[in-house]
């Protein structure tokens, strides 16, 4: 199985200021097809998870643009530009690459 | 607007068996592969499940294989996970999620609410 690592594991940000989560993945994930099936999903308190980035570094419908992803191969980022107090919540990676689909640990994002 | 309600979840002794289901809208169901993502309190979000949009193909966390099954009826765009031989680790909010694939998991897009499965005596 491949495994997904988070860090931090918890990041207290002012808000207004930047936050930065980071994931990497035991193997890496560009699938046979070409792609690199990395996500980033949010999940709000008490709310299932939402995503918010596909392929690395796409936008989902309706996503800030604050929020953006990048990487390659086996490291990826998560960066929300300016932290509103909405986006106080646990933020997963997750990879579709490989059967079984797993998540990292989960990073949450509180203010100061 | 894409919607999944699940529904079945409960309380059920070790050893026995729940079938839940989520019923989908505001998308043609047959089109996309599906999930079951289950998340224990205060956990992390762990994968089941995923269908293909036929059927055809499904695929199960080792964790799970052998005791649930995943299954689909497109004529009433319902998704179903019959769990049976459960366990006090199966304990979780169980989340029905499509699939931005076809054949099988790739990139979850939607989650619905989810429902709760508490196994104990």
């Known amino acids: 199985d491949i495994v997904m690592t988070q860090t931090p594991l918890s990041s207290p940000v002012t808000l207004g200021q930047p936050a930065s989560i980071s994931c990497r993945s035991s193997?890496?994930?560009?699938?046979?097809?070409?792609?690199?099936?990395l996500s980033w999903l949010q999940q709000r308190p008490g709310q299932p998870p939402r995503l918010l980035i596909y392929?690395?570094?796409n936008r989902f419908s309706g996503v800030p643009d604050r929020f953006s992803g990048s990487g390659a191969g086996t490291d990826f980022t998560l960066k929300i530009s300016r932290v509103e107090a909405a986006d106080v919540g646990v933020y997963y990676c997750?990879?579709?690459?490989?059967?079984?689909?797993?998540f990292g640990g989960g990073t949450k994002v509180e203010i100061k | 607007e894409v919607q999944l309600v699940e529904s079945g979840g409960g309380l059920v002794q070790p050893g026995g068996s729940l079938r839940l289901s989520c019923v989908a809208s505001?998308?043609?169901?047959?089109?996309?592969?599906m999930n079951w993502v289950r998340q224990a309190p205060g956990k992390g979000l762990e994968w089941v499940s995923s269908?293909?949009?036929?059927?055809?193909?499904?695929y199960y966390a080792d964790s799970v294989k052998g005791r649930f099954t995943i299954s689909r009826d497109n004529s009433k765009n319902t998704l179903y996970l019959q769990m049976n031989s459960l366990r006090g680790e199966d304990t979780a909010v169980y989340y029905c999620?499509?699939?931005?694939?076809?054949?099988?998991?790739?990139?979850?897009?939607?989650w619905g609410q989810g429902t709760l499965v508490t196994v104990s005596s």
């Open positions: 999620a499509r699939d931005r694939g076809v054949v099988r998991g790739l990139e979850i897009d939607y």
């Open positions: 505001g998308f043609t169901f047959s089109s996309y592969a």
């Open positions: 269908i293909s949009h036929s059927g055809s193909g499904t």
């Open positions: 193997q890496s994930l560009v699938h046979s097809d070409g792609n690199t099936y």
């Open positions: 392929k690395i570094s």
């Open positions: 997750m990879q579709g690459t490989q059967i079984p689909l797993t």
